[in-house]
């Protein structure tokens, strides 16, 4: 079983950064896939960002060049680097990894950002 822990999320002014960290708990080993979701109020669950194992990113549109995310595989941690934080950025977080055909969800942690 794998156990998710987000940490980082809080207020921030527009234009700020924050950094969400995610920690996996449990034997992960082999090929893996580590990725942010966010919800804002009455929307769906979209996609952020996702980093595989071997380090090959990908990005939403809308956080393409504001946003980073990384790992360390030796601590099972994935990070997601929040630059030029937007209103519209407001949402909970959520961490996720794809390993072995499952899906492991984090509780999420709330991002609010204001004007």
């Known amino acids: 079983q794998v156990q998710l822990v987000e940490s980082g999320g809080g207020l921030v002014q527009a234009g700020g950064s924050l950094r969400l960290s995610c920690a996996a708990s449990g034997s992960i080993f082999g090929f893996n896939v580590m990725a942010w979701y966010r919800q804002a109020p009455g929307k769906q669950r979209e996609l952020v960002a996702t980093i595989t194992s071997g380090g090959n990113t990908n990005y939403a549109d809308s956080v393409k060049g504001r946003f980073t995310i990384s790992r360390d595989n030796a601590k099972n941690t994935v990070y997601l680097q929040m630059n030029s934080l937007k209103v519209e950025d407001t949402a909970v977080y959520y961490c996720?990894?794809?390993?072995?055909?499952?899906?492991?969800w984090g509780q999420g942690t709330q991002v609010t950002v204001s004007s």
């Open positions: 996720n990894i794809n390993w072995i055909g499952a899906n492991y």
